[in-house]
């Protein structure tokens, strides 16, 4: 008799072994509370605009804010002309942004002078000309001095060829 109990419980212990390698050795399948998941609001399509390429007869300076990067940046390059006093200068630009921001043209010496400065409205292409600017000969630099208002823009200044 100790020899059938044996047997039935070898019998009964490798019919539940089959069981479980047969069930893939999962845990019963227990129905999770129904979650809601937000969709995702569609990520804002990154502002667009037109930098210019290259440089222009006649400039003297350039500028360019990036707010919108991973990694934002801002830049100003002096040249490739030579600001000469007396000529035409024409700062232009635009930006994409909530509002605007500033400029500001100086020498680029230690004094550092102020030749030109003034703001702008993001949307809106902006170009000023102004005569009569300065007796200061010699490199200059052009930066943003408000970038709160931009996303991207870009500066450039150049003296208007003589009539």
Not at 36 to 61: K, M, T, Y
Not at 90 to 118: K, M, N, Q, W, Y
Not at 122 to 146: A, H, I, K
């Amino acid at each position: 008799m100790r020899l059938n109990s044996l047997r039935w419980t070898v019998l009964v212990a490798a019919a539940m072994a089959g069981a479980v390698a047969l069930s893939g050795c999962s845990a019963p399948a227990i129905p999770s509370a129904a979650t809601h998941a937000r969709s995702a609001s569609p990520a804002p399509e990154a502002p667009i605009l037109d930098f210019p390429v290259g440089s222009v007869p006649g400039q003297v300076a350039y500028a360019s804010v990036d707010n919108v990067s991973s990694t934002p940046t801002a830049g100003s390059t002096a040249g490739p002309g030579l600001f000469v006093g007396g000529k035409v200068l024409v700062i232009e630009g635009d930006c994409v942004g909530p509002s605007g921001g500033g400029f500001r043209l100086t020498t680029a010496d230690s004094a550092a002078r102020v030749i030109a400065a003034g703001t702008f409205h993001c949307g809106e292409p902006m170009r000023d000309e102004l005569r009569g600017v300065n007796d200061y000969e010699g490199p200059v630099q052009l930066s943003f001095t408000e970038t709160d208002g931009i996303q991207l823009g870009w500066l450039r200044a150049s003296l208007e060829p003589a009539d």
